[in-house]
């Protein structure tokens, strides 16, 4: 699938688009990730951190650089275990960005970006001091570009017990990463992959809330996350009526059905149709 239309930032610059499906994969399991590769998935994540038994992290590292040795028509990130792993695949011509887990100052960017000079960086915020410094990871250096919450971590630094508990944390990276000018964020994993119903009720809350896409960890779930996060027909023809009356009468107005039409309502209106551009 396509990446969907970038968008301005609150300083009125083109945002970079966003993918709205990222599916991780084992890195000590080659053939799983290059099953990932033609699931559909936007981007590949290669896990070489909480997917990897500590035994098999040297194969997983080594496995994944002769995976990159070679380019794929579908974007690979590494969620890489320390920065050590970082000067084996910062060459590689597969690789197009890393995800770095467990940062929590913006020094931690700049310690990565200069292991890995002109690679996509991705940090993962995953206990409470990750969340308060989230703006200052997310313009830490311009290689980063997107931000991302760790929940499993989160939850359990944070003591959460209902999925509530970390309303707060997920407003606080989708303020964040706008103030930064980044994509918005993509939701963390629904771990049961069994469970698509609650899967699918998740997606909804994070489409609420202002997240754009998920992460994956099985291929199953990526149909589920794409049908929450594209829009209906119904939205899709609200949307083209809004963009049709803006053109023909400048300024506020109020269409037949009621709805009041501003710039801003124009504006999201625009974005609708071009996640709908994605099914064309």
Known sequence: MSPTS?????AGRSRPAAPLTWLYAPGDRP??????LVSGADVVIVDLEDAVAPHRKAYALDATADLLADPHPVPIHVRVHTPRDIPTLALLPG???????KVTHATDILRIAELAPGLPLYPLLENALAVEHAHAIATAHPAVRGIALGE???RADLGVREDSGLDWPRGRVVVAARAAGLPPPAQSVHPDIADLEAL???CARGRALGFFGRAAVHPRQLPVIERAYLPTREEIDAAREVVEAAGTEPGALALPDGRFVDAAVVQGAHRVLALAARTA
């Open 31 to 36: 053939e799983v990730v290059r099953k990932a």
């Open 200 to 202: 699918a009720a998740g």
């Open 152 to 154: 499993a971590d989160l």
């Open 6 to 10: 970038g968008t301005g930032d609150a």
């Open 95 to 101: 690789l197009h960005g890393l995800r770095v887990p």
